[in-house]
Nanobody
């Protein structure tokens, strides 16, 4: 089992930046693939970004490529999402997710909710225009 706690959300103007953090419990954090998903009111939870256990491979949704950067610090059991050039359409609750199962490089499970078995409670990001 693993517990995930997100932080760093807030209310910002369009064009601003935020850095989200996800702190994980458990000594096996370094073996987990990690992802970020987001959910706006009335909409499905969708993929934002993910990173392999060792940090070698990263994946991004088309709408955030070039603006968001995912990273991890396994020594601190933390994964980050640096969000730049924020847009109103980025407004959502952002969820951190962990996958205890092993994914092969390029696996579609990196980008699918079904690939992750642990979820945080979410942090609100609101971008005004």
């Amino acid at each position: 089992q693993v517990q995930l706690v997100e932080s760093g959300g807030g209310l910002v103007q369009a064009g601003a930046s935020l850095r989200l953090s996800c702190a994980a419990s458990g000594r096996t954090f370094s073996s987990y693939s990690m992802g970020w998903f987001r959910q706006a009111p009335g909409k499905e939870r969708t993929f934002v970004s993910s990173i392999s256990s060792g940090g070698t491979n990263t994946y991004y949704a088309d709408g955030v490529k070039g603006r968001f950067t995912i990273s991890r610090d396994n020594a601190k059991n933390t994964v980050y999402l640096q969000m730049n050039s924020l847009k109103p359409e980025d407004t959502a609750v952002y969820y951190c997710a962990a996958a205890s199962r092993i994914f092969t490089t390029g696996s579609s499970y990196y980008t699918r909710r079904e690939g992750y078995n642990y979820w945080g409670q979410g942090t609100q990001v609101t971008v005004s225009s």
